[in-house]
């Protein structure tokens, strides 16, 4: 059964870096995508980052180009977004979302908090 389990979410004051962690296990369909979304209370959840796992093109919502990366590890399904330069705008509950050939899978979430 596929599985998508986020990691690394917390409290961070302004200025400050975190990093995520995705994993997806349990696929049989080969992944072709993993990107993370965030949904902020009172607001529609919106793409963050986008990387391929071939080719590893990238896609970053305007919002945190310069301040976030994200990178994966094919070989262990697992994405990171490593988020610095922090802001209170940044937090939200962060979703990590995958994409294989049948389906688009969906991770529980992880709250990412900015203050001060």
């Known amino acids: 059964q596929a599985q998508v389990v986020e990691s690394g979410g917390g409290l961070v004051q302004p200025g400050g870096s975190l990093r995520l962690s995705c994993e997806a296990s349990?696929?049989?369909?080969?992944?072709?995508?993993m990107s993370w979304y965030r949904q902020a209370p009172g607001k529609e959840r919106e793409l963050v980052a986008a990387?391929?796992?071939?080719?590893?093109?990238?896609n970053y919502a305007d919002s945190v180009k310069g301040r976030f990366t994200i990178s994966r590890d094919n070989a262990r399904n697992t994405v990171y977004l490593q988020m610095n330069s922090l802001k209170p705008e940044d937090t939200a509950v962060y979703y990590c979302?995958?994409?294989?050939?049948?389906?688009?899978?969906w991770g529980q979430g992880t709250q990412v908090t900015v203050s001060s």
């Open positions: 990387i391929t796992t071939t080719g590893g093109r990238t």
């Open positions: 979302n995958v994409v294989d050939a049948q389906s688009v899978y």
């Open positions: 349990g696929f049989i369909f080969s992944i072709r995508a």
